[in-house]
């Protein structure tokens, strides 16, 4: 028996080294993430400019505090709470902070720290030009009272509504004083781990400028220690190598948008890969056909009103996105991202298409076609040519083909559309200089306060658009914070009918759930933002991946009632105008079969007279993979046979 030990016993450690780390943890849940982005321009957090320098920064530091992966509620992070007091003039905003957050190095997170940031930003705000200009504006003083509390004093006649002050501080990150007053220079991008400590859930372990950042979790990060032990954020230089490399395994996810061909594209690329799934959701941009008001016939609102009757948005929109590849865009700037901020009315519930109605208001006008040449001219004899700039062929958005359309339907009412489709430069030169008639142009609202854009005097009001009555709205809007103003201000630019809302894309990403499967998906961001990074067991208490809908969005909006439609546009009453409702109903089955446990959602959702049905089934192995431990061994069994018998035949 003793001859046979050796082979046995070479068998049975080469099988359990070969098991052991899938029997200790099948999942590489465990272990770390690779993400991609595009590079970054610079890693400090008070002075970076581009989201992909947030999106290293915020794994790294934190904020007072946050929103929430619903995009809208905002939420406790190193503050434990707030309040507001007003006080005549004065309003004071005071920071309960929590006392259990320390530094990656150690040392607590106190109210010291909280008022150094603040100082330094306001000391040079056009240097320190990351946070929103909405913490300093109106700040007269900030103190702090203990070590876990901070007091900000306003002038409430300067400062920003509450709702919109306490929202500035999520784009704030609280730097340690300890560390920076040691900096020479506070301003420059940082690249040693030293100087990188933050509170977040992530430590630097190394910085390859253009390349990568290294970052493991932090054990004593107040959530809780992430789910992904490490992070590996590399630079990658384009959405299809990307995509590639989201195909072969390389990288997990990514901050990388597909939309319109691109997405076409990406779904061939992943489509046989049962690793890879790909997170939708809508983006920031509402596309518009602007209208130019400083043209002479588009002066006459009844003019404007008549090419908005003239075009079926619905169906351009259905025929290049289909039913789930855009929401369609509001005829009142702020979509659905927005919830109840957004007055979301689309083209067709209150400008429903009506050719007729549009020949009969261009009668009325007195466009006719004199000539018989199928063509309306100007009431003055001159021939009716309107011209409409776009991007060139090829255009991600089909902007290119979108033009085309809108021209097709403008011509069966006889207007002519010359379309012009122009280089990127070429086109924003003109889009700056107003040189044109109508446009297809794409907007990126970051709060609903982008409002102010069409504002009287404003820099982003490019279109030049003045109303006194809807500045004033619009200025309530944002030192109250009531949605109330930003409802009426909506109003207003839904009854000019001078932007014409068209879509609001739906991007995607791709993602692997080979190795981690916990990804939260944020309608405010990709798969692998802030909250994802955590896992979603961590933020939300169940298993991931968790999606957020278009309809979903929709539902937080304020959606007019049929009465409201019809104030808007008298030309309704009569009429049974379609109104957006949005009902939804979840029901979850849970199934355990030995160490797996499958959820199975099912959701309906009625929007209008549509009725959708949709399971998502989402399996979570729990214990141990034993196909694959068992395969392991045997692959053991194997080694260890061939190692023990040849030890044994040298004896």
């Given at each position: ?18 098991a ?162 040691k ?12 100087d ?89 941009s ?36 289909g ?11 702020l ?81 002519k ?5 122009l ?27 982008a409002?102010?854009?069409f ?48 879509y ?67 030309d ?15 029901a ?64």
């Amino acid at each position: 028996m003793r001859r046979y030990l050796p082979p046995i016993l070479a068998l049975v450690l080469v099988a359990l080294t070969v098991a052991a780390p899938l029997v200790m943890g099948v999942h590489a849940q465990d272990a770390g993430v690779v993400l991609a982005t595009p590079a970054w321009k610079t890693l400090n957090p008070l002075t970076y400019r581009t989201v992909y320098d947030d999106i290293v920064l915020g794994k790294i530091y934190d904020t007072l505090v946050k929103k929430w992966v619903d995009g809208v509620t905002i939420k406790p992070e190193l503050a434990a709470s707030w309040e507001f007091k007003h006080e005549g003039n004065n309003k004071v905003l005071v920071f309960h902070l929590r006392k259990d957050v320390v530094w990656h190095d150690g040392q607590p997170l106190t109210a010291d720290d909280v008022v150094y940031t603040i100082n330094l930003v306001r000391s040079k705000p056009q240097a320190y030009i990351a946070p929103s200009k909405y913490v300093y504006e109106g700040l007269l003083d900030v103190t702090e009272p203990d070590k876990y509390t901070v007091e900000l004093t306003y002038d409430a006649t300067k400062a920003a509504a509450d709702r919109f002050l306490l929202e500035a501080f999520t784009t704030l990150y609280i730097v340690p004083k300890h560390v920076w007053e040691k900096l020479s220079d506070t301003t420059t991008s940082l690249s040693k781990p030293e100087d990188m400590i933050g509170c977040g859930p992530f430590k630097v372990i190394e910085v390859k400028s253009g390349q990568y950042v290294k970052l493991v979790a932090f054990d004593k990060y107040f959530r809780g220690k992430p789910e992904v032990d490490s992070l590996l954020i590399k630079v990658v230089s384009d959405r299809n190598t990307f995509a590639m490399m989201v195909n072969t395994g390389e990288v997990d996810a990514g901050y990388f948008y597909f939309f319109g061909k691109l997405l076409e594209s990406l779904q061939k690329t992943v489509a046989n890969n049962p690793n890879i799934k790909i997170y939708r959701c809508p983006s920031t941009s509402t596309h518009m056909l602007v209208l130019n008001t400083h043209k002479s016939f588009f002066q006459n609102v009844e003019f404007r009103k008549a090419i908005v009757y003239a075009i079926n948005i619905t169906a351009i929109v259905t025929k290049y996105y289909g039913k789930d590849g855009a929401i369609l865009g509001t005829m009142g700037f702020l979509g659905p991202r927005f919830g109840n901020y957004s007055y979301y009315v689309p083209k067709e519930e209150v400008y429903p298409y009506n050719p007729d109605l549009a020949k009969k208001i261009l009668d009325k006008l007195g466009y006719k076609d004199v000539n018989g040449d199928g063509w309306r001219e100007t009431p003055d004899g001159k021939p009716l040519v309107i011209d409409m700039i776009t991007r060139a062929p090829g255009d991600s958005f089909f902007r290119d083909a979108i033009a085309d359309e809108i021209a097709n339907y403008l011509a069966k009412v006889g207007i002519k559309v010359q379309v012009e489709k122009l280089a990127s430069s070429v086109y924003w030169s003109r889009w700056g200089k107003m040189s044109y008639d109508m446009a297809i142009v794409g907007y990126v609202p970051g709060s609903p306060l982008a409002l102010s854009w069409f504002t009287t005097g404003d820099p982003g009001n490019v279109v030049k658009y003045s109303n006194p009555v809807y500045d004033a709205l619009v200025s309530k809007f944002v030192t109250s914070g009531d949605p109330k103003y930003a409802w009426e201000a909506e109003k207003i630019l839904i009854k000019e009918c001078f932007l014409i809302g068209l879509y609001h894309p739906i991007v995607a990403t791709p993602y692997r759930v080979d190795k981690f499967k916990d990804w939260v998906a944020s309608p405010v961001g990709l798969t692998a933002g802030y909250w994802s990074v955590l896992g979603s067991k961590l933020v939300l208490g169940k298993a991931g991946p968790v999606e957020f809908s278009a309809q979903a969005l929709i539902k937080n909006c304020h959606l007019p009632t049929k009465e409201e439609l019809v104030k808007l546009n008298p030309d309704l009453a009569g009429t049974t105008p379609t109104v957006t409702t949005v009902t939804k109903t979840s029901a979850t089955t849970i199934v355990k079969s030995g160490t797996t446990t499958v959820y199975k959602t099912t959701t309906v959702t009625e929007t209008k007279k549509e009725v959708e049905t949709t399971t998502v089934t989402t399996t979570v192995a729990g214990g141990t993979n034993t196909g694959l431990i068992a395969g392991a061994i045997i692959v053991g069994i194997i080694i260890g046979l061939i190692i023990g018998f040849a030890a044994f035949r040298r004896k």
